[in-house]
């Protein structure tokens, strides 16, 4: 039996038929980093509703595209609209959206892309297990640092409005918790700063950590 390149699903409540063989394929996950010319990875943005993961996420793909780099980003709204659409908002289902799109962002970095995710993922063991899916160095935590009280007064969804008249209940920072990340690959903070110098953040991490070159125009 051939050995997945990456570590398989992990939902204790899955079993996997010992028919079930992971089939090698013919194009090999390095020679599919080679043909993209940079290195893989995933970018997860976890913070507050409101703190810009959305935002910056969608600003460092754009610088990214620049640099002509091939990327994918899993947004926390889009993904609930299709692969997702069975989800609620109850802790098992908090869970579950974060184990699947853990699952696809893993299969895209097998593909040799860059993935960006955008999902609060408030609790550090679920962004622990997603870090855990893949291997060493391919998880890069991106904490998007925003103090509640600027996400509440930003409030783009109108979300915190609603949760503070109890229209919505469980709404993380309010009256369900955020774990904050203990050490992050890549730490920003948005206050007083421009969604282009968050994002630089980022992008300055990818070329100084050699996941990317700067290759403008090539
Ligand atoms: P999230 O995806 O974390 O819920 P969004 O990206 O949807 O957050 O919303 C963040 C809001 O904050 C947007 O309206 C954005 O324009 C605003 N904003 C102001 N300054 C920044 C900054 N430096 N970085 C990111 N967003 C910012």
């Not at 002509?68 to 989800?87: C, E, K, P, Q, S």
């Not at 853990?102 to 297990?129: C, H, K, M, Y």
């Not at 991106?142 to 709404?171: Q, W």
Request: aromatic fraction near 8%.
């Amino acid at each position: 039996m051939s050995q997945s390149p990456y570590q398989v699903i992990s939902d204790s409540s899955a079993t996997i038929s010992s028919d079930v063989v992971w089939h090698k394929h013919a194009v090999t996950h390095d020679d599919r980093v080679t043909a993209k010319g940079h290195k893989p990875c995933v970018l997860w943005f976890t913070g507050l509703s409101g703190s810009g993961k959305s935002t910056i996420a969608n600003a460092v793909d754009v610088q990214l595209h620049q640099l002509n780099v091939h990327t994918y980003v899993l947004d926390g709204d889009n993904v609930r609209h299709g692969l997702n659409g069975d989800l609620g908002f109850a802790d098992k289902d908090r869970i579950e959206n974060i184990r699947r799109v853990g699952e696809v962002s893993n299969l895209f970095v097998d593909a040799g892309l860059i993935v960006l995710t955008a999902f609060i993922s408030p609790f550090e063991s679920d962004r622990q297990q997603a870090r855990d899916k893949l291997t060493e160095g391919q998880f890069l935590e991106v904490f998007i640092d925003t103090p509640l009280a600027v996400c509440e007064s930003r409030d783009p969804k109108g979300l915190y409005k609603k949760a503070r008249s109890g229209e919505i209940k469980h709404f993380t920072g309010i009256d369900s918790d955020y774990e904050s990340p203990v050490d992050p690959e890549i730490h920003v903070k948005t206050d007083n700063r421009s969604v282009e110098e968050c994002a630089k953040d980022v992008v300055d991490y990818l070329l100084v950590n050699g996941f990317i070159e700067n290759r403008q125009g090539k």
